[in-house]
């Protein structure tokens, strides 16, 4: 079955400190894959995509993923966390033009001041 | 640019009263579809629509209807509402399917409480 993993639930990280969130996949085909982020009591957010060309994409508010292909990995990365991007991260895969999104259960990025 | 709007924000409902979550978007979008967040579940799709006058099951329709008379609004009904319906729910857009790498805008949220 197609699916998407973010092995952590929770990422704790001081302040000003370089911050991961991981996510791997299992799909088919080539597929596209999105960061979304929800801050509290809020709609989420789109962050960045891959869809094509470069590994590493840059996003909204400083952040950049990778994308690799061998390790079926798309993990999100910041060099400096800041105390507001303390919120919810969702990974979400798509394998080809013809399936949903497939989501992530998120993981919670807490950044310490 | 008002984006998606969801209505209400938040509603407590009893069991078995049935109610209409509200979605309408501005963007031109033909592409839209309601969720629902659970704790440690990520999101779910409940159901969606590619265009006016078409809509589709996700993952988790039952207990759910839509229709998407135009193009701007795709309401959610709750036919008779259970416990197990509690949850936040999410109205998303985007111009195109979303598997062909269009970003998917989402309202504010609905947080359901059914008692």
């Known amino acids: 079955a197609q699916s998407v993993a973010q092995p952590e639930d929770q990422v704790n990280v001081a302040e000003g400190n370089p911050l991961t969130v991981k996510c791997t996949y299992s799909?088919?085909?080539?597929?596209?894959l999105f960061w979304y982020v929800q801050y509290p009591n809020r709609g989420l957010q789109f962050l960045l995509k891959?869809?094509?060309?470069d590994n590493l994409v840059k996003g909204s508010y400083g952040f950049e993923a990778e994308f690799n292909k061998s390790q079926t990995s798309f993990h999100l990365k910041k060099p400096s966390a800041l105390v507001s991007d303390s919120a919810l991260y969702f990974c979400?895969?798509?394998?080809?033009?013809?399936?949903?999104?497939?989501w992530g259960a998120g993981t919670k990025l807490i950044i310490k001041p | 640019n008002a984006g998606v709007t969801q209505t209400p924000k938040f509603q407590v409902l009893k069991t078995g009263q049935s109610m209409t979550l509200q979605c309408a978007q501005d963007?031109?979008?033909?592409?839209m579809s309601w969720y629902r967040q659970d704790p440690g579940m990520g999101l779910r799709l409940i159901h969606y629509?590619?265009?006016?006058?078409?809509?589709d099951q996700g993952e988790v329709p039952n207990g759910y209807n839509v229709s998407r008379s135009t193009t701007e609004d795709f309401p959610l009904r709750l036919l008779s509402a259970a416990p197990s319906q509690t949850s936040v729910y999410f109205c998303?857009?985007?111009?195109?399917?979303?598997?062909?790498?269009?970003?998917?805008?989402f309202g504010e949220g609905s947080w359901l409480t059914v008692v």
């Open positions: 629509s590619v265009g006016a006058g078409i809509t």
């Open positions: 891959y869809i094509t060309g």
């Open positions: 979400a895969v798509t394998p080809d033009s013809n399936y949903q999104l497939i």
């Open positions: 998303a857009s985007s111009l195109a399917v979303q598997s062909s790498g269009n970003t998917i805008y």
């Open positions: 799909v088919s085909g080539n597929p596209y």
């Open positions: 963007m031109n979008h033909e592409y």
